[in-house]
Each structure stands twice: as structure tokens, then as C-alpha cells.
T-cell receptor
Framework: NAGVMQNPRHLVRRRGQEARLRCSPM?????VYWYRQLPEEGLKFMVY????????ESGMPKERFSAEFPKEGPSILRIQQVVRGDSAAYFCASSPFSGAEGYTFGSGTRLTVV | AQSVTQLGSHVSVSEGALVLLRCNYS??????LFWYVQYPNQGLQLLLKYTTGATLVKGINGFEAEFKKSETSFHLTKPSAHMSDAAEYFCAVSDQGDKIIFGKGTRLHILP
């Protein structure tokens, strides 16, 4: 049973470009959580999604960031018009149920904006 | 609102010595508490968690933590450090809801 798969592992974008980060949850997991890790910081919650629904986006920046988890396919975190400050590691976690007990984390996508 | 404070962003211990990483939390409801470990350029791996029941929780790799409600603490310990324990450790809290709130992490250095 494959774990939570995130791709790409590393992503380099120029300022102003778009970044798309993908997260395929574990089989049977219908809950996905995205976190951002800045250097010397812990992980900050961004958004919680179930299939086709955004449940909690209280940690998402108001502009340029969006997330989706379609009925088929991976969850996507999209960052439009990236800026240097978006450089970070982005982690997703999946769970078979709502609640923090069941989290399994992926290995992350490291975004570098040049 | 929940929060987590990890005392010491860097901790150094000698190989074979006791490891103690401190964590204090705040939560308005009985919390779920977690310790995660992150090796360089990798994701987070769950070391142990407390939800209910016994307050002394044993995890992987010989680590354990004790939930002390009166002190709002959940310190992580290991009797004897190994070189392979060098990593970053994150304490985290959840109010039994969906989100986990993380501390800023403690980087553990093992001295030969």
C-alpha cells in the first residue's frame, strides 16, 4: 500500500509563474490536509479538503492560493504569480476519517522561487 | 486557540545520554498530543501520540512522552541517545478536531 505521494519533490519557478503541487492520498483516504513549512518554522496549516469539498481554508492566503480535491485524481495546491516569499516546503497529509489521529504525511514538495 | 511551545530550537546531547525535548501546549479542551520526527529533506513521521487513557505513551525508536495536564506539558524522552536520532522533532496539538497545530520544532544534535 503506497503512502501519500507528492509530486514533484522539487519545483523551481520564476517570479510570476504558476506552481501546481500534487498530492495523491493513501488508498481509502478521502481527507487531505495541506501544510506549509518555512525555514526555521514549524508547519502551518493551510487547508483541509474532502472529495470535491473545501472544509476549512482558514490558513490559506487570501490571494493567489487555491486548492482542490476532485472526485477523481490527486489534490492540487495551486499558487498563481509566485513570489520569493512562497519558497517553502509544502506537505500534504491524508486520513481515512476526519480528525488528527489518522494523519499520514507525504514527503513534501520543495518550491523554490527564483 | 491552541498553541504549542517547544523550548529550545536546538538541543545537543552526547551519544548514550538522556534525550529530553520539552513541549508545552495550550488548549481549551482535552487535547490530542503528538510528536513527529523529520529527517533532512523528508516528510514527517509519527513518533507517538496521546489521545486518551494512559498518560505515559511509548512510541517508536525507544521514545516516550508523558501527558501532564497540571503542567500542560508533553515532554519527549529517550534514555540513551543514538547517532541516528539526529533530526528535527515537532510537538503538535489538536483539539480533537481536524487540524494539527505544530510547534516550531527542536533540532536534536547527537555528539559523539
Amino acid at each position: 500500500n503506497a503512502g501519500v505521494m507528492q509530486n514533484p519533490r522539487h519545483l523551481v519557478r520564476r517570479r510570476g509563474q504558476e506552481a501546481r503541487l500534487r498530492c495523491s492520498p493513501m488508498k481509502g483516504h478521502s481527507h487531505v490536509y495541506w501544510y506549509r513549512q518555512l525555514p526555521e518554522e514549524g508547519l502551518k496549516f493551510m487547508v483541509y479538503l474532502q472529495k470535491e469539498n473545501i472544509i476549512d481554508e482558514s490558513g490559506m492566503p487570501k490571494e493567489r492560493f487555491s486548492a482542490e480535491f476532485p472526485k477523481e485524481g490527486p489534490s492540487i495546491l495551486r499558487i498563481q504569480q509566485v513570489v520569493r516569499g512562497d519558497s517553502a516546503a509544502y506537505f500534504c497529509a491524508s486520513s481515512p476519517f476526519s480528525g488528527a489521529e489518522g494523519y499520514t504525511f507525504g514527503s513534501g514538495t520543495r518550491l523554490t522561487v527564483v | 486557540a491552541q498553541s504549542v511551545t517547544q523550548l529550545g530550537s536546538h538541543v545537543s546531547v552526547s551519544e548514550g545520554a538522556l534525550v529530553l525535548l520539552r513541549c508545552n501546549y495550550s488548549s481549551s479542551v482535552p487535547p490530542y498530543l503528538f510528536w513527529y520526527v523529520q529527517y533532512p529533506n523528508q516528510g514527517l513521521q509519527l513518533l507517538l501520540k496521546y489521545t486518551t487513557g494512559a498518560t505515559l505513551v511509548k512510541g517508536i525508536n525507544g521514545f516516550e512522552a508523558e501527558f501532564k495536564k497540571s503542567e500542560t506539558s508533553f515532554h519527549l524522552t529517550k534514555p540513551s541517545a543514538h547517532m541516528s536520532d539526529a533530526a528535527e522533532y515537532f510537538c503538535a496539538v489538536s483539539d480533537q478536531g481536524d487540524k494539527i497545530i505544530f510547534g516550531k520544532g527542536t533540532r536534536l544534535h547527537i555528539l559523539p
